[in-house]
């Protein structure tokens, strides 16, 4: 199965030349190749590390390592793997706890993730990392993992690092689902851990808003809202339509049931793996790759993403969000180094009785608002437009509901619909108003956090990451002083364009025409608009006027 992912890359890499010369895809405006600004031509060369030759501190931890990693087709996950395989040389293999999805078994779902434009880099500098890679089919949501007892039996005999980092991220899931994920998972891993044999450490994923219920959060545990156990007692005697009938008054003051189940999860850490070498790892709003393997990779649509996509496709025109609250996001490669790190120091440096916590967050060394935010990635993102564009840019972020129910009404309802229309007249599928339906369903479901400015501490972080030698530091670089939100936004949208959007570079040269012809529209529907706005404040003005006699 390996070799032949291997091949496959290997066609594809023979397969893939050009479409477009690259004189013509660098204009005056943006002078930069694309896939230079993201990294993808400046891979290293590949090299056969001895076996003899010593790493620094963090990757001899990894050395004969064995990784049992749960949530490894996710987002983070993929990033984590990435990272271990290139930088740590001699871990010696990763299980990858995978379950059937849409037909596909284990196998198959592998090769699937190594598919990922982000593993070029991996597959340029280190190509022999096949053999380092298995499937294991399993299912966090069921009772021992879903794991066969020949897979359980590997497991115990051959893991040493555990990262646990499966979970349901849906804000709005079902309640039953969430607690056998996100709870029941946890119990199962930590059932797991104790039966295995060279145990070093487990690193638990959790998040930074799973007590956001307080707007200032220390990196220590909270009394639950709830109790885990009995919360597993009611789920498993009581009907689905029963349990969410009951979702809002479970989950008390907390926003969703993944904050509500990730605090659960938590909890059960507390309780019950005090004698385990664990720790709680709290990320913030985890957003594309800032450096590593490259810049701007992301997968799906998370956290500010969905606001940065629709308003650069045309679609998004309008969002109702206070501009300048601190939006407390951090970049998923400085994440998962602060994971890596953390993970070592707790194995190597454990202090019996207690479990760390570690908050990787950015708002008080390197807060960013809203409005700068989004105003950066404008400046930036304007010079690579997207082919799939259907508008140019436009868009307004207001805190008032009467102007932005205003705003909707006639940026997006009179529009969708009018464009519907037109599809149906011509044979088409109608899809505006569905896509500004599911816009308006996030949109509730987030509003929550659009009013709201947390205060994370990342003290445990920040110390550690003054404990780490030179050597590590370049490799796992995750000290958020030197964060950039500038750098960070150069390549965002571009990287948004190639690795979410699929909007090959070569599109380029036609994109912007294209783009060039939505301004122009743009500005023609802007001078009919105002033209019918100063008719209408002429009639309103004008005509009460002339009926009394003063015109």
């Known amino acids: 199965m390996a070799l032949d992912l291997h091949r496959k890359y290997i066609e594809r890499k023979q397969n893939s030349a050009p479409l477009v010369p690259i004189k013509d895809i660098i204009n005056s405006k943006c002078y930069l190749d694309p896939l230079e600004l993201l990294g993808e031509r400046s891979f290293n060369e590949p090299r056969d590390v001895d076996e003899s030759e010593i790493g620094s501190p963090i ?110 991220v849906r804000f709005d899931e079902h309640i039953r689902v969430a607690m056998d994920i996100n709870v029941s998972g946890i119990r199962e891993i930590i059932s797991l851990a104790r039966t295995i044999t060279n145990l070093k450490v487990v690193a638990h994923i959790s998040t930074a808003f799973s007590n956001c219920n307080r707007l200032h959060v220390d990196e220590k545990f909270y009394e639950p809202i709830a109790d885990y156990k009995e919360m597993l007692k009611l789920v498993s005697s009581t009907d689905d339509q029963t349990l969410h ?38 990320p913030t709003v985890v957003v594309g790759t800032y450096r590593e393997p490259v810049r701007g990779w992301i997968d799906n649509v998370y956290g500010p993403t969905g606001i940065v996509v629709g308003a650069g496709t045309g679609v998004l025109h309008t969002y109702y969000l206070d501009s ?60 690579w437009p997207t082919i799939r564009a259907i508008w140019y840019y436009s868009f307004w972020i207001t805190k008032n509901p009467y102007l932005y129910t205003m705003l909707n009404f006639f940026c997006h309802i009179v529009p969708g619909y009018a464009l519907d229309t037109l599809a149906r007249l011509s044979g088409q599928k109608p899809i505006l108003m569905n896509i ?90 802007l001078l009919f608009v105002y033209g019918i706005l100063l008719c209408f404040l002429w009639l309103v003005v004008c005509v009460p006027l002339k009926l009394i006699g003063l015109m």
């Open 59 to 168: 990757q001899e931890f990894f050395r004969d390592g064995v990784v049992f990693l749960t949530g490894g087709t996710g987002f983070m996950g993929k990033v984590l793997v990435e990272k271990l395989l290139r930088t740590c040389p001699h871990i010696k293999h990763i299980y990858l706890l995978i379950r059937s999805k849409k037909g596909k078994n284990v196998d198959e779902r592998l090769e699937d993730i190594f598919e990922d434009r982000l593993f070029r880099r991996l597959k340029h500098e280190v190509p022999k990392y096949h053999h380092k890679v298995s499937g294991v089919a399993g299912d966090c949501s069921l009772p021992g993992l879903g794991l066969s007892v020949s897979s359980r039996n590997t497991l115990m005999k051959e893991v040493n690092i555990i990262f646990h980092g499966a979970a349901t």
């Open 245 to 282: 009938d009951m979702t809002s008054k479970i989950i008390g003051d907390l926003p969703n049931t993944y904050s509500f189940t990730k605090s659960l999860a938590e909890d059960a850490i507390r309780r019950e793996a005090q004698d385990l070498p664990i720790l709680v790892f709290r």
């Open 324 to 383: 300048n609250i601190v939006t407390d996001i951090i970049p998923v490669d400085i994440v998962v180094n602060a994971l890596i790190c953390a993970t070592k120091e707790t194995a190597t440096n454990r202090n019996h009785g207690e479990i760390p916590i570690y908050t990787c967050s950015s708002s008080i060394q390197k807060p960013i608002r809203w409005n700068q935010f989004i105003e950066l990635n404008q400046r930036y993102g304007i010079h």
């Open 436 to 525: 500004y339906k599911k816009i308006g369903k996030v949109r509730d479901i987030l509003a929550y956090f659009s009013d709201k400015e947390w205060t994370f501490t990342n003290d445990r972080l920040l110390a550690l990451w003054g404990t780490l030698d030179s050597q590590d530091k370049e490799l796992f670089n995750f000290d958020i002083h030197q964060l950039s939100w500038d750098y960070f936004c150069q390549a965002h949208c571009l990287g948004l364009r190639v690795y979410l959007v699929k909007d090959d570079i070569h599109t380029l040269p036609a994109a912007r025409k294209k783009w060039e012809k939505l301004y122009i529209a743009h500005n023609v529907l």
